[in-house]
């Protein structure tokens, strides 16, 4: 017999809720959702905020401000993808945290991307594969941008035209592995590792230093960050990624011309993921329409 659940005030529930696992799933989905689609009307009243949404029908508050830099660069890097496409070369997305949230730096997420991004392409070959670093073709106009701002950028560019990510093969999310590589962490003393390597850095860059003093960066902000955190699990624009991945291979697997055995293939922390993990939703992260 088919389970059904339904939830007071909500009109309908995602299609894989099918059992009481999957409702349940369901129901904190479509609240997360419900209220991740509500900017506060402060926010909302902001000059310049629209509702800007995508073939995935994804909306964010974007700034209209950015919306002609948004465009140019989606195009400037469809026309990337093409010509490493055009090369026979697989097209991978890398999603990693490059917001200091939580505790972390943007200079040191820039550079753990970089270095994530040229293992990965190291593992699957440069002259096969070509992986997008959003921290590298993020443009160079979006100064001041929101995270809304980008992730409405980067969400037209995974979705495609079509709204089936044709763009793309595969998705790589950053996982802690990723990052204990770039501090050289051995699983012996990783925190006291993360404290010297972060008073090395304070010594040696004056970036760096001056953030610090200003209150930006704190040691022990930084160590539980890279130490405990630091993974797409805590990150709000890693988390529309998941989504944006999970959405697509969900119209795969009903379109004639892709199916299940086409879909995006999605790997965490170096490690593919199966079937039970890539299907189900994440919260949500900077996603949500503006309200006035």
Not at 4 to 30: D, E, K, Q, W, Y
Not at 160 to 180: C, I, K, Q, V, W
Request: glycine share 10%; with cysteine; net charge neutral.
């Amino acid at each position: 017999m088919q389970r059904i659940c339904t939830v007071s005030g909500l009109r309908r529930l995602p299609p894989f809720a099918t059992n009481i696992r999957h409702c349940m799933l369901a129901i904190m989905l479509t609240m997360a959702l419900a209220a991740a689609a509500l900017v506060s009307p402060q926010a909302a009243g902001a000059a310049g905020l629209v509702t800007a949404c995508t073939p995935l029908d994804i909306c964010y508050c974007v700034n209209s401000d950015y919306r002609e830099v948004i465009d140019a660069n989606v195009a400037r890097v469809r026309q990337l993808i093409a010509s490493n496409r055009a090369q026979g070369k697989a097209i991978g997305y890398l999603s990693i945290p490059l917001s200091p949230a939580g505790g972390g730096s943007f200079a040191v997420n820039s550079e753990i991307a970089a270095k994530v991004a040229q293992n990965v392409t190291a593992r699957f070959g440069a002259k096969s594969m070509w992986l997008l670093n959003p921290g590298a073709e993020g443009g160079d106009k979006m100064n001041g941008a929101s995270g809304a701002d980008y992730m409405y950028m980067w969400t037209q560019i995974l979705a495609g035209r079509s709204g089936l990510g044709e763009d793309f093969d595969f998705f790589y999310f950053a996982g802690p592995t990723d990052f204990g590589k770039y501090f050289a962490l051995t699983g012996q003393g990783d925190l006291e590792r993360l404290e010297t390597w972060f008073d090395a850095r304070v010594a040696q860059d004056p970036a760096f230093k001056k953030a610090v003093d200003q209150g930006d960066v704190t040691k022990a902000g930084f160590r539980d960050y890279y130490g405990l955190r630091a993974s797409v699990a805590y990150s709000y624009g890693s988390h529309d990624e998941w989504n944006i991945a999970r959405l697509i291979n969900t119209r795969r697997r009903g379109a004639a011309d892709y199916g299940i055995a086409n879909q995006l293939a999605i790997l965490f922390d170096g490690q593919p993921q199966s079937p039970g993990a890539y299907e189900i939703p994440t919260a949500p992260g900077d996603a949500g329409r503006c309200i006035k």
